[in-house]
């Protein structure tokens, strides 16, 4: 891809576990988390992975700003190798990552202090810093909370407070793991709403999410099966159509397709790649 | 077990500063083995409402009746009403602590003075119920099982009580698609086995369709709404304007129906809503 910004190619990763046996002697116990991942990401898109817990998608999102290092195989982030150990905290700060819970990333008592924490760690002179902070807690809308206390806030504002955080080190990668399940519906639409919009103003954003309706929304998905690597990859169209794949991996396809296999399964003439509500309801429209 | 909630206030911190009515005036009966979710926005009271009526918050004013006894009343002996009344909390596996599986099943009924041959069959019930092999678990740590079992190991502990009215709090939160779905099919099976009265708390309207007889939906405190699931998500701009969701299959139904299709109204599972669209076609 001519446009890559994250290239890995043949990605192993396995997580390596100490065991003390009853005779004292230890052995090594192998996990392969990644097995054999090879993924271009286009700079400024938006890619969604999906897949069951232990099919490896944390796994991925931390080998991509280096915060594990693969097995085996390549990533590379604009064009510097992660394993260059001298150019990792670039990368570091290129790449940045939100986690589910939101409690777990906070750490300091006022909101516009949390925002700082990174750059401040990065050495960024305090103007610049002033300037990214207030930036940041524009666009996620929490400028005017910016003196209040983040333990007092509700789940999705100190998830609005945590990308904040993500956004002051002027990262171009954004990954987010997972970053709603801990929110209530309300919460849940008000990050998606800035994940779009941090799409739209050109950073390359990788969610890793459980929710099918928030990974539509992306424009390209991949789904990662356990041990065996990238299951489908491609448009939302061309992935959530797939149905039979789907449920082999127990996820559940859109309503749209399920509804539509069934019709189909009754003899009705329904298109295999309608995935959304609007478009079978336009495509019965017609049909009738 | 029937549940009589009569003019339920409760105010945290009353006569301070920071000072906050979580529940207003909140009245409702639930009968006898009904399934009922309970839907509302983060600070709505919901939470607070559970944990009254297993007797954890006294209300600062109002009555809770378990089949017609006011365990609010003085005298009321709280732990027969925790015997009757099993609550399931949110992310309830942080609290799992023993070293195996079936002592941490086992800890609650243990505390109500059972033991030997009746405590091990209480344990094995309740594992099994959840789900998972009793041979192959009770001696795991719960450490080291996967996220979705640990869930499940959480609810075997409050199901090893032989709850008759079985509470829970958002009990899919945080789960992947089949974690969620099989907690789900275990929560119907639990129902379906016991006749046991079950409340449940979600965010996931499907859920709430496809399960429960009544709706209870609260907003800033008050119960704003008290009925069946199809009442509920026929209020469609309401339920809206509250910042719900509509169930996917309602949304489409009601797209359809815009669109000149002869549809019953609010059609809230989709094997309706495929019946119905089918015979239009046929």
């Keep these: 891809m001519e446009n890559s910004i994250i290239k890995i190619e043949n990605l192993i990763y396995e997580y390596v576990k100490q065991e003390v046996l009853d005779d004292g002697s230890t052995v090594e116990k192998v996990k392969r988390a990644l097995n054999g991942i090879s993924l271009d990401i286009e700079k400024g898109s938006f890619l969604a992975v999906v897949g069951q817990n232990g099919s490896g998608k944390s796994t991925l999102a931390k080998n991509i700003n280096g915060l594990l290092l693969p097995t085996r195989g390549k990533i590379t982030v604009k064009g510097v190798e992660l394993a260059d150990d001298e150019r990792i905290w670039d990368i570091r700060q290129n790449v940045a990552m939100v986690f589910q819970n939101p409690d777990n990333q906070l750490v300091a008592s006022i909101v516009e202090d949390d925002v700082a924490f990174g750059p401040e760690n990065l050495g960024v002179p305090s103007e610049v810093i002033r300037q990214r902070v207030d930036d940041a807690l524009k666009l996620v809308g929490m400028y005017e909370m910016r003196n209040k206390a983040p333990h007092l806030l509700s789940g999705g504002q100190k998830q609005r407070i945590a990308i904040a955080g993500a956004l002051a080190m002027d990262p171009d990668i954004i990954v987010f793991d997972e970053p709603t399940a801990m929110l209530d519906p309300k919460g849940r639409k008000e990050v998606m709403a800035i994940i779009n919009k941090l799409h739209e103003e050109g950073k390359t954003i990788i969610l890793i999410t459980h929710f099918m309706e928030e990974a539509v929304q992306a424009d390209r998905v991949v789904i990662l099966k356990k041990g065996s690597g990238i299951l489908l990859d491609g448009s939302p169209k061309e992935v959530f159509c797939q149905s039979e794949t789907l449920r082999d991996v127990d996820l559940t396809p859109p309503l749209a397709v399920e509804l539509g296999d069934r019709l189909r399964a009754r003899g009705m003439d329904i298109p295999q790649d309608i995935t959304r509500i609007e478009e079978l309801v336009e495509y019965l429209c017609q049909l009738k | ?282």
């Design chain 2, 1 to 282: 077990m029937s549940i009589e909630v009569k003019n339920l206030c409760h105010v945290y911190e009353a006569g301070t500063p920071s000072e906050s009515r979580a529940l207003e005036d909140v009245s409702f009966t639930i009968e006898n083995g009904k399934f009922v979710g309970i839907v509302g926005h983060t600070g709505s009271g919901k939470s607070t409402l559970l944990q009254h009526l297993n007797g954890l918050l006294k209300p600062t004013s109002g009555q809770i009746l378990i089949d017609g006894v006011d365990i609010t009343a003085d005298g009321t002996s709280m732990l027969d009403i925790r015997k009757k009344v099993g609550l399931v909390f949110q992310y309830p596996e942080y609290q799992l602590f023993e070293e195996t599986i079936a002592k941490d099943v086992a800890f609650g009924p243990k505390n109500l003075g059972i033991e030997g041959e009746e405590l091990e069959n209480l344990v094995r019930e309740a594992i099994e119920m959840v789900g998972l092999d009793y041979e192959d678990y009770k001696d795991k740590s719960p450490f080291e099982i996967s996220g979705g079992q640990k869930r499940r190991v959480a609810i075997a502990g409050v199901l090893a009580m032989k709850p008759e009215i079985l509470i829970l709090d958002e009990p899919t939160a945080g789960l992947d698609p089949r974690a969620h779905k099989d907690v789900m099919d275990m929560i119907k099976n639990i129902h379906e086995k016991y006749h046991n009265t079950v409340i449940f708390v979600s965010h996931n309207m499907n859920d709430i369709a496809n399960l429960s007889d009544q709706v209870l939906v609260f907003a800033k405190a008050k119960l704003l709404k008290d009925a069946s699931p199809r009442e509920v998500f026929a209020m469609k701009e309401w339920v809206l304007d509250k910042d719900l969701d509509l169930p996917d299959v309602t949304n489409l139904c009601e797209a359809l129906r815009e669109k000149g299709f002869d549809l019953s109204e609010t059609i809230i599972d989709i094997d309706q809503a495929e019946k119905e669209i089918y015979d239009i076609f046929k």
